[in-house]
């Protein structure tokens, strides 16, 4: 089982940005994610990757502002989030999966991080 361990949330104002780290113990997945909850939703996925070909897949609200990548041979995966605007606070949680495919379905993913905070202000 994989221990992962999210850091890099804070405070940001609107416009600004903020990346991400999740830093994995262990053997991964073949999917990473990220997820965020935001105040009143139900977690969501924002993106994910295909550690076997680095493919990778964006929510609609993350594509163009956000990028998800991994670590060349490494264990951190990272989230470079862009143009945050309040919609974004939250908590952001670092997910991974074994599937052969990787979609951005919550259940698919069985290991999880303790979630690190994110609060934009306008």
């Known amino acids: 089982q994989v221990q992962l361990s999210e850091s890099g949330g804070g405070s940001v104002q609107a416009g600004g940005s903020l990346t991400l780290s999740c830093r994995a113990s262990?053997?991964?997945?073949?999917?990473m994610a990220w997820f965020r909850q935001t105040p009143g939703k139900e977690r969501e996925a924002v993106a994910g990757i295909s550690i076997f070909d680095r493919t990778t897949e964006y929510n609609d609200f993350a594509e163009g502002r956000f990028n998800i990548s991994q670590e060349q041979g490494g264990t951190t995966l990272f989230l470079h989030m862009t143009r945050l605007n309040a919609d974004d606070s939250g908590v952001y949680y670092c997910a991974s999966g074994d599937r052969w495919y990787c979609y951005l379905v919550r259940e698919d993913y069985t290991d999880w991080g303790q979630g690190t905070q994110v609060t934009v202000s306008s």
């Open positions: 262990g053997d991964t997945g073949r999917c």
